[in-house]
Nanobody, 130 residues
């Protein structure tokens, strides 16, 4: 198990940028597939991005492709989500998630499924004003 703590959320105007961080405890972070999800009020949680253990593969849905970038630093035990060109519809609580084991390449359906991940952070609020 790994403990995940998100930070970096806040209020930003449309068109602006934010970088979220997710710090992981433990010495096995490098073995974890990591993902970001978000949940807006009244909506189901949805997949935002994922990155393989070594960082060589990343995955995005069409809704954020080209605007969001996921990265990781396995020395600092941290995964990041750089969010650019933010839109009001990006407003949500953002969660990072992790799963140990497995080897890339992964299918999009696998990395985008909530049930794939068994470690979750508490979430950080992102609000984009118009």
């Amino acid at each position: 198990q790994v403990q995940l703590v998100e930070s970096g959320g806040g209020l930003v105007q449309a068109g602006g940028s934010l970088r979220l961080s997710c710090a992981a405890s433990g010495r096995t972070f490098r073995s974890y597939l990591m993902g970001w999800f978000r949940q807006a009020p009244g909506k189901e949680r949805e997949f935002v991005a994922a990155i393989s253990q070594g960082g060589g593969s990343s995955y995005y849905p069409d809704s954020v492709q080209g605007r969001f970038t996921i990265s990781r630093d396995n020395v600092k035990n941290t995964v990041y989500l750089q969010m650019d060109s933010l839109k009001p519809e990006d407003t949500a609580v953002y969660y990072c998630a992790g799963r140990t084991g497995g080897n890339p390449p992964y299918s999009f359906s696998y990395v985008s499924e909530e049930r794939t991940y068994d470690n979750w952070g508490q979430g950080t609020q992102v609000t984009v004003s118009s």
